[in-house]
């Protein structure tokens, strides 16, 4: 089965330095999103991407978040400036949302460790 | 609001059956999903609904009522790999996945 895949695995950063997660969706998909989960808590939506711009973003997503499809595979999320409490599992998706197959897909996720 | 609700904590026995319900109030309704999360690991689709009414795949079954804003995720013949994390999703009118806090089932001998 297609898999969407994201690097790193684990990112360890000091507070205030810019981080940049990677991801690639499935080829044939059209919805891209990334996800956040803080350890044992609830997997909250950040942001949402369709025809190479944001739909839809949560108040998470704020002013340090950025979101780039720089070429036809890879759908990165940037953090400008890391705080403590952006720490948290990463999770990007991606859905072909066509009549047939409406699931979204989960990469294995990008576990950032701010210190 | 966008609110999903599901119970923290279940505990079953292996080869039993447990109902997780999950209720939802969510701006607009495109579909109910449910995902198993084991700890550490991505969330893997298990069940989608769209319309009322009872889906059955295997040892999984998924029950929606749109009125009620209610649905429930059936596991039977529970085994031990069965521990895990279960999310209630909805895909609302924003095209997005709202989901809830997951229940955490753990499956006894």
């Known amino acids: 089965e297609p898999e969407v895949t994201q690097t790193p695995s684990h990112q360890v950063t000091q507070m205030g330095q810019e981080v940049i997660l990677r991801c690639v969706p499935i080829?044939?998909?059209?919805?891209f999103y990334w996800y956040r989960q803080i350890l044992g808590q609830k997997v909250e939506f950040l942001v949402s991407?369709?025809?190479?711009?944001?739909?839809?973003k949560s108040e998470i997503f704020d002013d340090q978040f950025s979101v780039e499809r720089p070429d036809g595979s890879n759908f990165t999320l940037k953090i400008r400036s890391t705080k403590l409490e952006d720490s948290a599992m990463y999770f990007c998706?991606?859905?072909?949302?066509?009549?047939?197959?409406?699931?979204?897909?989960f990469g294995s996720g990008t576990q950032l460790s701010v210190l | 609001g966008q609110n999903i609700d599901q119970p923290t904590e279940m505990t079953a026995t292996e080869g039993a059956i447990v109902q997780i319900n999950c209720t939802y109030q969510?701006?607009?309704?495109?579909?109910l999903f449910w995902y198993q999360q084991h700890a550490g690991e991505a969330p893997t689709f298990l069940s989608y609904?769209?319309?009322?009414g009872l889906e059955e795949k295997g040892r999984f079954s998924s029950f929606l009522s749109r009125s009620k804003g209610y649905s429930y995720l059936l596991l039977k013949e529970l085994q031990m790999k069965d521990s895990a994390s279960y999310l209630c999703?909805?895909?609302?009118?924003?095209?997005?996945?709202?989901f809830g806090p997951g229940t955490r089932l753990s499956v006894l001998p």
């Open positions: 998706a991606s859905s072909a949302r066509d009549a047939t197959n409406e699931k979204l897909f």
């Open positions: 080829s044939n998909h059209l919805y």
């Open positions: 991407f369709y025809n190479n711009e944001i739909s839809e």
């Open positions: 609904n769209v319309l009322d």
């Open positions: 999703a909805v895909l609302n009118y924003g095209q997005n996945f709202v």
């Open positions: 969510t701006s607009g309704f495109n579909g």
